[in-house]
């Protein structure tokens, strides 16, 4: 072998392990840090993404609770007051005399206040008082009375409905029945 083909020879060989050595010593640490690098990325980008669903997941909650609170409101305003009561059951006697319908008594359950287990309805935000109301009319007139009840400006529930037949009114009924009526437990004022 020639001086220069040797001389050429072991310059190759040492290019070529002078880029092996820098690949290995050089190039692949930094390989490895980009990998470590893209990786933490992977996962920055990951939680980011977890904060924006985060994110739209509260402004959902935010219009869920705006919602809310505007049936609140209208549920609310749709309480009788105590001062109220009496007004409220006359409103109810004018609807169903609307219809033909006549009241022969009307009885407040003061007992359905307190409810079992709390001895003081004075510390709950509302409360039920159950009527138990008799009152004679036809079938037909009774049934668009029910219908319109949700049409007064508080809120009404049933209970228990009954119907009887008797001959010497007929072809009205006797109707025994329970309105519930939902009371806010202050004297009407707004604070």
Not at 46 to 68: C, G, H
Request: aromatic share 8%; glycine share 6%.
């Amino acid at each position: 072998m020639s001086e220069s083909l040797r001389t050429l020879l072991i310059a190759t060989i040492l290019l070529l392990c002078v880029v092996v050595g820098w690949f290995f010593l050089l190039f692949h640490p930094q390989n490895a840090k980009l990998a470590s690098l893209r990786q933490r990325t992977d996962g920055v980008l990951a939680n980011i993404q977890s904060f924006r669903t985060t994110s739209q997941q509260v402004a959902q909650l935010d219009e869920k609770i705006s919602l809310l609170q505007k049936q609140l409101t209208v549920a609310s305003a749709r309480l009788v007051t105590k001062p109220g009561l009496s007004q409220a059951v006359k409103r109810i006697v004018q609807e169903g005399k609307k219809y033909g319908l006549g009241f022969d008594k009307i009885i407040p359950d003061y007992a359905s206040l307190v409810t079992p287990g709390n001895a003081s309805a004075t510390t709950a935000p509302t409360m039920k008082l159950t009527l138990h109301i008799k009152l004679r009319g036809r079938y037909k007139s009774f049934g668009r009375f029910l219908e319109n009840l949700d049409n007064l400006p508080f809120a009404v529930s049933l209970g228990e409905i009954s119907l009887a037949y008797d001959e010497s009114i007929s072809p009205q009924l006797e109707i025994l029945m329970d309105a519930i009526l939902f009371l806010r437990n202050d004297d009407g004022t707004k604070s």
